[in-house]
């Protein structure tokens, strides 16, 4: 079984992306960040206005448009109020990395099987596939930007000056910036420049210097366009949304600079390999491949060290770290396929030991942990629990088996599958945590409005989630403490609970307000107040 996955990589990664992502891309509930994708698409189809993007009606400058284009292309194809349709672009952007990690690693002249192993710890990183929900951007900046680097990497190690691949590169880098800004430029595209010229020297680079510099204008050029149309299109808001978010950069979410030096936590299941692989005194003396090793243990540690620099740190901006640490983990996981075995050492085998032992037992215990939270819902999940149960087991117990036995091939391919098992088979029990009593969507507020005949309003900002469940606009009619009274004489407005108080009472001296409705996306124990909105029925005296 596992020659037959190692013989035919591409088809491996794609139906491990099938089984773990595709198979359930709409089970996950709706993030912030996915919900002003979402609405953005979904604007775009409505006004077909696809280079001046809105939000509830209102610019929406904050990001490039391009993974929001591609987004709106799927939900043209396969239904705007699909949930699979509008996140499939984004799991299709984790295959894509994977595919282009597997051909980078070969490119690093490292073995098939070595290639394939680099790509499955990539794409089963935890902040790789769980970026796909949590910021949808990132998943498309860093992704394309890999592919370039791909390219740029041919073009570098070449003794010839292949014009093809300089601009391919180009273009790749082009649409990183086109999905993200210059985020991945500096997290990804940089830290690559650094760690290529401490291992690899940039040899002969003078005869390709010049088409190195048409790549640069190139990618900008393709990566800029549209900043550069936003600019003279609708320059005033343009400003606006760049001040605030430049400004956000050195004053929002502030983090002391060691703030991101957990990072190899955020591979998930390979923290421990993870963390060890980059003890580079230790490795580097064990390590075949040195200078693939010497090259992805820089990558890492330098975009580490310039992601620390910036100000405003959030655990998901790590996700870029993940692709050079998942290809330095791949080089220890190697290490162990070929030389476990034979280890004696107890400071070698202990980690090992405990990682994947963990895993195992993990593995063997999932069903009682699983019968324990289902208690009385057992019934509606049992195909699930079933299946879920039955793979754990036989998992964890093969695991412990060939861990035992040193056999670390299996043991690595034993934990992809139980990844892949978790997702495929108990991905759906994870409804249960949304139970919540006072849930109540705010997409049948459409039915009130139709009924009285009313145009809704929101005082404040609305919330992403509740605008994306709405599926309409709700002008924000409550500015800088100033309230812009509607003119018509009977209207409907959402407000928060913290301002029912100060807004009621500013409008009780000229309408009649009725509390109608209370909206409430929470789901499990969550109680978050801007997912709450009371609906008032306002009718002038």
């Given at each position: 079984?596992?020659?037959?996955?190692?013989k035919?990589?591409?088809?491996?990664?794609?139906i491990l992306i099938?089984?773990?992502?595709?198979?359930?891309?709409?089970?996950p509930?709706v993030?912030?960040?996915?919900?002003?994708?979402?609405?953005t698409?979904?604007?775009i189809?409505?006004d077909?206005?696809?280079?001046?993007?809105t939000?509830?009606?209102?610019a929406?400058y904050?990001?490039?448009?391009l993974?929001?284009?591609?987004?709106?292309?799927?939900?043209?194809?396969?239904?705007?109020?699909?949930?699979?349709?509008?996140?499939?672009?984004?799991?299709l952007?984790v295959?894509?990395?994977?595919?282009?990690a597997?051909?980078?690693?070969?490119?690093?002249?490292?073995?098939?099987?070595?290639?394939l192993?680099n790509?499955l710890?990539?794409?089963t990183?935890?902040y790789?596939?769980?970026?796909i929900?949590?910021a949808?951007?990132?998943i498309?900046?860093?992704?394309?930007?890999f592919a370039?680097?791909?390219?740029?990497f041919?073009f570098?190690?070449?003794?010839q000056?292949?014009?093809k691949?300089i601009i391919?590169?180009?273009?790749f880098?082009g649409?990183?910036?086109m999905s993200?800004?210059?985020?991945?430029l500096?997290?990804?595209?940089?830290?690559?420049?650094?760690?290529?010229?401490i291992?690899f020297?940039?040899?002969?680079?003078?005869?390709?210097?010049?088409?190195?510099?048409v790549?640069?204008?190139?990618f900008?050029?393709?990566?800029?366009?549209w900043?550069?149309y936003?600019?003279?299109?609708?320059?005033?808001a343009?400003?606006?949304?760049?001040?605030?978010e430049?400004?956000?950069?050195?004053s929002?979410?502030v983090?002391?600079?060691y703030?991101?030096?957990?990072f190899?936590?955020?591979?998930?299941?390979?923290?421990?390999?993870?963390?060890?692989?980059?003890?580079?005194?230790?490795?580097i003396?064990?390590?075949?491949?040195?200078?693939?090793?010497?090259?992805t243990f820089?990558?890492t540690?330098?975009a580490?060290i310039?992601?620390?620099?910036?100000?405003?740190?959030?655990a998901r901006?790590?996700?870029p770290?993940l692709?050079?640490?998942?290809?330095?983990?791949?080089?220890?996981?190697?290490?162990l396929?070929?030389?476990?075995?034979k280890?004696?050492?107890?400071?070698?085998?202990?980690p090992?030991?405990?990682n994947?032992?963990?895993?195992?037992?993990?593995?063997?215990?999932?069903?009682?942990?699983?019968?324990i939270?289902?208690k009385?819902d057992l019934?509606n999940?049992?195909?699930?629990y079933?299946?879920?149960?039955?793979?754990?087991?036989?998992?964890?117990?093969l695991?412990?088996i060939?861990l035992?036995?040193k056999?670390i091939?299996?043991?690595?391919y034993?934990?992809v599958?139980?990844?892949?098992?978790?997702f495929?088979f108990?991905?759906?029990?994870?409804?249960?945590?949304?139970k919540?009593d006072?849930?109540?969507?705010i997409?049948?507020?459409?039915?009130?409005e139709?009924q009285?005949q009313i145009n809704?309003?929101?005082?404040?900002?609305?919330?992403?989630?509740?605008l994306?469940?709405?599926?309409?606009?709700?002008k924000?009619?409550?500015?800088?403490?100033?309230l812009?009274?509607?003119s018509?004489?009977?209207f409907g407005?959402?407000?928060?609970?913290?301002d029912v108080?100060?807004i009621?009472t500013?409008l009780?001296?000229?309408?009649?307000?009725?509390?109608?409705?209370t909206?409430?996306l929470?789901?499990?124990?969550?109680?978050?107040?801007?997912?709450i909105?009371?609906?008032?029925?306002?009718?002038?005296?």
């Amino acid at each position: 079984m596992i020659k037959t996955l190692e013989k035919y990589p591409i088809i491996t990664l794609s139906i491990l992306i099938v089984l773990m992502l595709l198979v359930h891309l709409d089970v996950p509930n709706v993030t912030i960040m996915e919900a002003r994708n979402f609405i953005t698409a979904r604007e775009i189809i409505q006004d077909n206005n696809w280079l001046l993007t809105t939000m509830n009606g209102e610019a929406r400058y904050q990001k490039p448009p391009l993974p929001t284009w591609i987004t709106a292309i799927s939900a043209l194809t396969f239904g705007a109020q699909s949930l699979f349709a509008l996140r499939l672009p984004a799991a299709l952007m984790v295959l894509f990395l994977g595919v282009f990690a597997y051909y980078f690693s070969l490119k690093l002249e490292l073995s098939k099987k070595h290639s394939l192993n680099n790509s499955l710890i990539l794409i089963t990183s935890f902040y790789v596939f769980g970026i796909i929900n949590e910021a949808p951007w990132d998943i498309f900046a860093h992704g394309f930007m890999f592919a370039g680097l791909y390219y740029l990497f041919l073009f570098f190690e070449a003794k010839q000056t292949h014009w093809k691949k300089i601009i391919l590169a180009a273009l790749f880098i082009g649409l990183s910036i086109m999905s993200k800004g210059p985020v991945s430029l500096f997290a990804v595209f940089l830290p690559f420049l650094i760690s290529y010229g401490i291992v690899f020297k940039f040899k002969n680079f003078k005869q390709k210097l010049v088409p190195f510099i048409v790549s640069i204008i190139l990618f900008l050029i393709i990566g800029s366009w549209w900043y550069i149309y936003v600019r003279i299109a609708d320059t005033q808001a343009f400003l606006e949304i760049a001040t605030k978010e430049t400004g956000n950069w050195s004053s929002y979410n502030v983090k002391p600079f060691y703030y991101y030096w957990s990072f190899f936590t955020q591979s998930g299941l390979w923290t421990i390999p993870a963390f060890i692989g980059l003890l580079y005194p230790y490795l580097i003396k064990r390590i075949t491949y040195k200078k693939v090793y010497k090259f992805t243990f820089w990558w890492t540690l330098i975009a580490v060290i310039l992601l620390s620099l910036i100000p405003e740190k959030k655990a998901r901006y790590l996700m870029p770290v993940l692709i050079p640490l998942a290809l330095n983990t791949g080089c220890y996981i190697q290490y162990l396929i070929q030389n476990f075995s034979k280890s004696t050492s107890k400071k070698e085998t202990i980690p090992v030991y405990f990682n994947f032992g963990l895993i195992a037992i993990i593995a063997i215990i999932l069903p009682i942990g699983l019968y324990i939270i289902l208690k009385n819902d057992l019934s509606n999940y049992i195909i699930n629990y079933i299946l879920t149960a039955i793979a754990s087991l036989t998992i964890g117990s093969l695991l412990l088996i060939n861990l035992i036995r040193k056999n670390i091939k299996n043991v690595f391919y034993l934990t992809v599958l139980f990844m892949v098992a978790i997702f495929l088979f108990g991905l759906p029990i994870s409804k249960i945590l949304n139970k919540n009593d006072n849930f109540n969507a705010i997409n049948t507020l459409h039915s009130i409005e139709h009924q009285e005949q009313i145009n809704t309003y929101s005082i404040g900002e609305i919330t992403p989630e509740l605008l994306w469940n709405y599926n309409g606009i709700l002008k924000d009619i409550y500015k800088n403490e100033h309230l812009e009274i509607p003119s018509e004489s009977k209207f409907g407005i959402l407000i928060m609970n913290d301002d029912v108080e100060k807004i009621t009472t500013q409008l009780s001296k000229n309408y009649n307000l009725k509390l109608t409705e209370t909206y409430n996306l929470n789901v499990g124990s969550k109680n978050k107040k801007r997912l709450i909105r009371q609906f008032y029925l306002v009718s002038k005296k």
